[in-house]
């Protein structure tokens, strides 16, 4: 059974720095692309990027290019969203998704639980 | 990168059909014929119900259809159910990273 299971709940101050994860099981970790969504309280989905484990390479949105670091570890199955000067505006709910094998970027077939992250001074 | 255009809420009574357009430009939905529709209900992931425009997921009820005309993908929900009450995302590759609608939320009256 496929399976993305995402670390816990974070609760962080302004200008902190933050790493979230997300282990992939029952599946080859390495042959899909990773990718990340957030959804800010009472808003809708927005599409961050994506990493592909088996090299870390990485694609970006535009709106989220340089304002997290996405990165993966194909020995331990886990990719990474990271934050090195957290804001306000960073709090939402963040998920990884498996990329469907060929998927150009819209298609997750896998989602994990979630990571709520909480920003507050 | 702005958000495909989704209407913010749709509505019909069970048994009805409802259909969620989602427009985007020619650098996205009009461009490629990679867009997935997703089902969230409140508090949980979202669930990929449609893929390349119209294509059904193993395990969707095919009363969920998906179509592309131009600029404009829609979902339809055929005979719909109490079940169905959710908010629906459309999503579109636009070349190098994707782009989701701002998403509608389905009651069921």
């Known amino acids: 059974e496929v399976q993305l299971v995402q670390s816990g709940a974070e609760v962080k101050k302004p200008g902190e720095s933050l790493k979230i994860s997300c282990k992939g099981s029952?599946?080859?970790?390495?042959?899909?692309?990773i990718g990340w969504v957030r959804q800010m309280p009472g808003k809708g989905l927005e599409w961050m990027g994506i990493?592909?484990?088996?090299?870390?390479?990485?694609r970006y949105s535009p709106s989220f290019q340089g304002q997290v670091t996405m990165s993966a570890d194909k020995s331990i199955s886990t990719a990474y969203l990271q934050w090195s000067n957290l804001k306000a505006s960073d709090t939402a709910m963040y998920y990884c998704a498996r990329l469907f094998s060929g998927s150009y970027g819209e298609k997750f077939d896998y989602w994990g639980q979630g990571t709520l992250v909480t920003v507050s001074s | 990168q702005s958000a495909l255009t989704q209407p913010r809420s749709v509505s019909g009574s069970p048994g009805q059909s409802v259909t969620i357009s989602c427009t985007g430009t020619t650098s996205d939905v009009g461009n490629y014929n990679y867009v997935s529709w997703y089902q969230q209900h409140p508090g949980k992931a979202p669930k990929l119900m449609i893929s390349d425009v119209n294509q059904r997921p193993s395990g969707v009820p095919d009363r969920f259809s998906g179509s592309k005309s131009g600029n404009t993908a829609s979902l339809t929900i055929s005979d719909i159910q109490a079940e169905d009450e959710a908010d629906y995302y459309c999503?579109?590759?636009?070349?190098?990273?994707?782009?989701f609608g701002g998403g509608t939320k389905l009651t069921v009256l």
């Open positions: 990493v592909y484990p088996g090299d870390s390479n990485t």
């Open positions: 029952g599946y080859p970790y390495i042959n899909n692309w």
């Open positions: 999503c579109s590759y636009a070349g190098s990273y994707a782009v």
